[in-house]
Structure formats: C-alpha cells, structure tokens
C-alpha cells in the first residue's frame, strides 16, 4: 500500500517537474526572442522601410506592414548611389586589404608565438598599442604623410595605396587584433611538429609555408571574415583619403545620401533618367541595405565555419 | 691541451649560434611588420606627440615651432566643447562598459546551449557586427532605434508608465535607449565568450552535477571563475571599441578641429590626452580584474 502511494507521489512530482522544464523552456525562448529582437529591430525597420512607397512613408497608421511592398525603391537607390561602380572598388580594396592582413599578420604571429627573440617584450607591447591607439589620434600625420608620398588625390586605381598597403604590413585596420589572434592559435600548437620538420632539413620559410599555415585554417577564415567585414563598413579612413568621385566606397556614399534628404525640401534627383524623382527614407534605406547586402551573403554563407572557427582559433585561451 | 681548451671554448659559442640563428629566423618573419610599425604607426605617433607641443611655421615638410604647452592650455581653458564632450564619453564609457560585458556574458551562455534555431540565433545577434562600426549603424541607431521607437517594440509603455509616474518611466527609458546601443555593440564580445564558454571541459559540469550542485551554483562555481580571462580580454576590447568608434562624439570632435578647422596642432593634443585616458582606464581595469583572473597555470 505505501509502497503504491509513494509511486503515485513520484509520479507526480515527475510531472511537476516536466511542467517546471516546460515552463523554464518558454521563459528561456521567450527571452531570447526578447533579445534578439532588440538586436533585429534596426535591421528589420530597415527593410519594411525599404519596401514602402512614398503614401505608407507619411501614413503613421503604417508601422510595420506596408500596403502594399514595392521594389522600386532598390532600382533607384542602386542607380542613384551608382552600386555597379562602387561595388567593385569595395571589392578591390577589401579583397586586398584582407589578403595583406591575412599574410603579413599570419607571418608575424607566428613569429612571436614560435619564436624567442631579442626585446620580444618590448615589440608584444607595440602590438598591444597597436589595438589600443585609435587611428584618429594619428590619423593628420599619415595623411601628411601619404600626400608627401603623392598617395592621395590621385584619380586612378593608386588612390586605394594608403587603405591597402599598411595591411601587408601587419598594420591597418585592427592589424594589431589579427596578429593577436595568430599568435594565440599558433602558442598552442606543439612544438613537435616543427622539431620533426627540422631535423628533416626543412628550411623556417618552408616549414612555416607548407606544415604551421595549413594547421592555422580556423584563424585564417576568422581574420579573412572580419577583415573583409570590417574593411567594407569603414568609412572613417576612406572618407579622409579618397577624393576622386569615380573611387569612392560604398559606405563613404551613404553620408552624401543622408544628407540629401536633410536639405528643407527634398532635392529632386539629378541624374539624368531618374530626373524628377524625390528622394525619400524608403529608398535611402535601399541603398543602406544594398550597401550590407554583399558582406550579409558571405555571412550567412561562412557563418557556421566563422563560429568553429573564433572556438577553435584559440583567441580565448589567453 | 690546447686543443681541448679548443674545444671547451666553442662548445658555448655554437650553443649561442643557434639562439642567434633562431633569433635571426625570426627578424625574417617579422621584416614586415617592423617595416610597418616604424612607418606606419611609430613615426605618425611621433610626428603627432611633436605637434602637439608644437606650432606649425610651414606646411610643406611640416615644419615646426617648439610651443610648450600652449596648445594644452588652449583646449583646456579656451576651448569650450573639449571638455563636456571628454566628460560625456568618460561618462558612457564607464557606463556602457559593465553593461556591455553582463549582457553579453548573459546571452552567450543563452546561447550556448543545445536548442532549437541556435544557428538562427547566433546570427541575429551577430548582424550588428555586419553591420558594422561604420556610417550604417550610426544612422539606424539615430533613426528612432536610440530613442523611444525601440521600448514601444518591447514594453507596452502607457501602462507601465501611468504605473510608475513620469520621472522614472524617463529613467527607466534612457536606460533601455543605453541598453539598445549597447547591446548593439556586443557582437564580437558574445562571441568570444561563446568560444571561452566552449573552451570549458563538460567534466567539471559532470562532476558537479554528480555531488548534487544545482545549475545557478554551477554559474558562480564553475561557469564565472573558468571565464574571467576571458571577461578581462572583453573588458578591454569594449573599452578600446567605444573609444575608437566613429559613433563616439569626442571622434567626430577630433575629426573636426583636423580637417575642418584645420588646427591641428591643437587636435593633436586633444588626441593625446583622449588616448591617454583610455591607455589608463584599460591599465585599471587590468590592474583591478587581475587578482580575479582565474590562471590555468599555462602561460607561455
């Protein structure tokens, strides 16, 4: 009889406790939601803003849905912004801006990590100042600088030298972060490895090219993706250095966008076949989201291999 | 004899031809970046300390006047924005910053776990990233998200504020506004506390779990002490991130006096104590977090 009882009361605090799970389940999703709501919210307002038309803008009853969606807003902004001809000079520069990083902070990491060396300290703490200087606080002495080199105001291709060339030197934009982080990954390498590879002959060049950088895959795409990321959002550098109109980024082209439709009355658009067409916030958020919509895809699409990557890259096992 | 003093005297000069044969090694991996620190990073540095004690006689060459500390004295006594705008981004910072490393903590082990749509998740609190430091997030934080837009989206703000009276509903809103900004800026924090969390052996969970430890002691016994590496890297970064972003008022100032009112002996200065200030709450905030920092006693 007791022994009955007491299954039955088991019973029910076996579905207590279910009905607990359940419930800390929901609150659990329901705050993530929550959150990652507030994280989406500029994001979303975003695109619904894209696809309104010039009515459902000035309508407040028109929060979220649109009456109805329009694309017309894309196909202004991407030729009021001239995309086809920004994008490429995106492209060039954060194709080659990640390459130099990728090659010359690989390089360099690996040297502190593997290596003792004279005043190693003294140099680890330069990197340290690198991550820490912001580039505003010399940004007047590189620009002197570069124009003494005859860098800037250019109208060619060579324009890009000052947003490009510093990258193949381990430095430019966060260069100090990606050397950090190939020295973390390759610290925790053993040292077998390289030992093996040198009493076979093989030479620190060698050794370095062909056994320590095909192990470093996690670092590499890691630095590659927030190069490429942080390279293609700047506009901070490229705003000061580039002043030729046909070379300028995409991001440096949203300010003049923005300010267009802060003017009194909204400026009519002077291109030639989209002459008369007001410029309004829908197709100003186009022309934001066109901006994010390249580096978005090559997210989504390395997004999964990025998460594996920052774990297995070693960066938190300071 | 002779020759085994021979010997004996080479014996330690090979031993030190290999440490000098490796140090060289080294120099070779580095021939780039030492290149780029000197002329990328140490001389700009340079030239921008000389400017600020300095007046510029002649553009071209940057020729320049030694002038003490006249252009410290002008942003400090004569320059009337130097000083709120320095106040209201220590202010911020110091703010933003504790703010900033609980919150991602908190969603990183949120999201740590074995659930439906992680993938999904993980994303959604990674765009702010994408989208970047840049000119785009500054505008769609200036576009209602920063201001009252974004708490009609989570709170339902009439009842809560008829509730609670006019004077906290506003303290209640301006923390939101600083919670939405800030949590926008946490991308790369919760990630790296994701892979600091990964990076922590189930075993230790297993073994606790075993002696009967309830999850909320498992946090503060296990989870926080094995992250504090980890929580010191992060408050460091973020202090440095909100320093150097472009969405940072003081920034925007020293961008102006450069290249708009073109004084830029005295942006130089400004630059420098703007940097120095945050050199040491960074050294601060490592010299207060170090005695927590838990050591897994492999360094180097």
Redesign the interface.
């Known amino acids: 009889m007791s022994t009955v009882m007491a299954k039955s009361g088991g019973r029910k605090s076996k579905a207590a406790r279910l009905a607990k799970t359940f419930f800390l389940r929901l609150g659990?999703?329901f705050?993530?939601c929550?959150?990652?709501?507030?994280?989406?919210?500029?994001?979303i307002?975003?695109i619904v803003k894209s696809l309104m038309t010039d009515d459902d803008l000035y309508n407040i009853t028109v929060k979220w849905l649109p009456s109805q969606a329009t694309w017309s807003n894309y196909d202004i902004a991407f030729r009021r912004m001239r995309f086809k001809a920004y994008v490429w000079n995106n492209v060039i520069v954060c194709g080659a801006a990640t390459l130099g990083h990728v090659v010359?902070c690989s390089?360099?990491g690996?040297?502190f990590a593997r290596?003792?060396?004279?005043l190693k300290n003294v140099?680890f703490v330069?990197v340290i100042l690198?991550?820490?200087?912001?580039?505003?606080?010399?940004?007047?002495?590189?620009y002197?600088?570069y124009s003494d080199w005859g860098w800037l105001n250019r109208s060619d291709v060579l324009t890009f030298l000052p947003l490009v060339v510093?990258t193949?030197?381990?430095?430019?934009l966060n260069?100090g972060f990606f050397?950090f982080l190939f020295r973390q990954f390759f610290?925790g390498l053993p040292y077998e490895m390289e030992e093996a590879a040198r009493v076979d002959g093989c030479g620190?060049?060698r050794t370095?090219a062909r056994i320590m950088l095909p192990m470093a895959q996690a670092p590499l795409l890691v630095c590659s993706v927030l190069s490429l990321?942080?390279h293609?959002?700047?506009?901070?550098e490229p705003g000061?250095y580039i002043t030729a109109p046909a070379y300028r980024m995409l991001?440096?082209v949203?300010?003049n966008l923005?300010a267009l439709l802060n003017q009194e009355n909204h400026t009519m658009i002077q291109v030639n076949e989209l002459e008369g067409i007001v410029f309004n916030e829908a197709m100003l958020m186009a022309a934001?989201f066109l901006?994010?919509i390249p580096?978005?895809i090559a997210?989504?699409i390395l997004?999964?291999r990025f998460?594996e990557g920052?774990?297995r890259?070693g960066?938190?096992?300071? | 004899m002779s020759v085994q003093g021979k010997v004996l005297a080479r014996k330690p000069k090979k031993k030190m031809g290999i440490d000098r044969k490796r140090s060289l090694e080294a120099y070779i991996f580095l021939i780039p970046w030492l290149i780029g620190i000197c002329v990328f990073f140490a001389f700009p540095i340079f030239t921008s300390v000389r400017l600020s004690f300095s007046k510029i006689v002649s553009f071209k060459g940057l020729i320049t006047e030694w002038a003490g500390l006249t252009n410290y004295e002008y942003i400090f006594f004569y320059d009337i924005n130097f000083i709120p705008t320095f106040l209201q981004v220590v202010y911020d910072t110091l703010l933003n910053t504790p703010l900033c490393i609980v919150f991602s903590l908190v969603i990183a082990i949120l999201i740590n776990r074995k659930m439906v749509g992680r993938g999904f998740f993980r994303t959604a609190f990674f765009i702010p990233v994408l989208l970047g430091s840049g000119y785009i997030m500054k505008q769609l934080l200036g576009m209602g998200v920063d201001g009252t837009t974004i708490t009609t989206g989570i709170v339902v703000p009439r009842l809560i504020a008829d509730l609670l009276g006019v004077s906290i509903t506003e303290v209640v809103q301006s923390f939101l506004d600083r919670i939405t900004v800030v949590l926008w800026k946490s991308g790369v924090q919760i990630v790296l506390f994701l892979a600091g969390l990964q990076g922590i052996s189930g075993s230790l969970y297993e073994a606790a779990k075993v002696d009967g430890a309830t999850e909320w002691e498992m946090f503060w016994k296990i989870t926080l002490p094995m992250i504090t590496p980890i929580i010191l890297m992060n408050v460091v970064y973020t202090i440095v991130a909100f320093f150097t972003d472009g969405t940072n008022p003081m920034v925007d100032y020293i961008y102006k006096m450069n290249f708009t009112n073109q004084m830029y002996e005295s942006a130089a200065a400004m630059s420098w104590i703007y940097f120095i200030f945050a050199l040491l709450l960074c050294g601060a905030a490592i010299l207060l977090m170090r005695r927590y920092v838990y050591d897994s006693g492999s360094k180097n």
């Open positions: 659990f999703y705050l993530l929550a959150l990652s709501f507030i994280f989406l919210y500029p994001f307002t975003m010359s390089l360099t690996y040297a290596y003792k060396f004279r140099l330069l690198m991550m820490i200087v912001p580039v505003q606080v010399i940004i007047f002495p590189l002197k600088q510093p193949f030197f381990g430095m430019g260069g050397i610290m620190p060049i370095y990321v942080w293609w959002n700047d506009y901070f000061v991001p440096s949203l300010p923005y934001t901006c994010i580096i978005l997210y989504l997004q999964r998460m920052v774990e890259s960066l938190t096992g300071m």
